[in-house]
């Protein structure tokens, strides 16, 4: 088989393919959207900073709301944090006001802990990309940077589910991460986490996902440094304790704030409607099934998802991570995914292989990829690192699957029921 060169991640150049379909012609900056495998975690980390970083407009897709709880099980009182939205009412009403980013900075300053909050930044609802406010958080020990971005997701839907479902620890390193449904059926996750996947700078990102049975969500980061990168640490840990990011997220003011943005004609509404697409197959169990029998231990797999997973695999000779996606619907991409150095088989699949320096890895870790296309559209895509994690040094000189083993996994009917 061919050696090319691997210049990015196919998982990278899936998304930025997915994009230019579209139709915005936005050649995504791949590395910086997508962390090695694509995986659900590392993307929502990336959508949330291009919510919230000021000149990030690309893709802001964050943001909702719910009631604030007390430590109690409690409602704060509402008028405490009003920003001139209606309330709720049984029967529809007028679209609310928009309401402005400096009514968002008000909002933010009374729900924060007795402090200062300065260099703030904000957009207003009727914005693009998105409404969001973010400032540099003070309470006397140390400056930290906070942000609070909002939006809406398709209720019901895998993107609602997946934002407030703890990411894989082999993509996302993180101290401690937890989900809470809430009394009233909103779904908050919090994430003590890492601003670098590698650790090179200990600034500390921790984060609250929420998203409430109406599809608003809200997105809240804080560091314990007064900017997300490129500033020295100021405390130990950023300023919020994980309670109180949950009730910073579930504020009633963000809930109305979502009510008062425009309708995206672009964004299905209600529930998700049933497809007549072919059953999806759960990509980790898949993917064990088609290994070597009785060769391999696995260590940590990414569980029953479709679409996308994973292994880490290990023959005693050291820790492998292989990845998947299986793909419909990207015949028209095949130009973008295949170049001069792709392979066509008899039945009209198109196979290019990969094998090179893993772009994200520690020293000595590389990756090899095997792409599959078929005619009608029908993608495969496996790689597979010679070390456990993306971000980890080598555990061995190479990947314990060969590139014919992963060829083989590639183009098996089992991807297809």
Known sequence: ??????????????????????????????????????????????????????????????????????????????????????????TPAPAPDPVSGDALVRALEKLLPGGRLSKTEARGTDEKPGPYVSGVYDDGKGAAAIAVSLGRVQPGSDEARQTTRCPGKVFVHYDACGTTRLPDGSVVMVMQGYEYP???????????????????????????????????????????????????????????????????????????????TRPAVAVAPTLRSLLPKGRFTVSESSGEDSGFGYLVVDDGKGRCLVQVNVQEGMADVAGDLFGSGSETLPDGTRVAVHQGPSEKGGSGAVMWTVDTLRSDGRRVVISELNSGAPHDAATRTTPALTIARLRTIALSPKWWP
């Open 1 to 90: 088989m061919p050696d090319v060169e691997q210049h990015s991640d196919p998982f990278e150049e899936q998304l930025s393919a997915d994009l230019r379909r579209a139709g915005a012609g936005f050649d995504a900056d791949r590395a910086a959207l997508v962390a090695a495998g694509a995986v659900r975690g590392r993307r929502r980390l990336l959508r949330r900073r291009a919510a919230v970083v000021s000149g990030a407009a690309s893709l802001a897709l964050v943001g909702l709301g719910g009631v604030l709880l007390l430590p109690g099980g409690g409602k704060a009182p509402r008028e405490d944090t009003s920003v001139g939205t209606s309330g709720r009412s049984a």
């Open 198 to 276: 590698d650790r090179r700078v200990d600034t500390r990102l921790w984060s609250a996902e929420l998203v409430t049975p109406e599809g608003q969500h809200v997105g809240v980061m804080e560091w314990n440094a007064a900017a997300e990168k490129d500033a020295p640490v100021t405390r130990p840990e950023p300023p919020l304790s994980p309670a109180r990011l949950r009730q910073l997220a579930a504020a009633r003011v963000w809930r109305d704030a979502v009510d008062a943005m425009p309708a995206d004609p672009g964004r299905p509404t209600g529930e998700p409607k049933p497809t007549a």
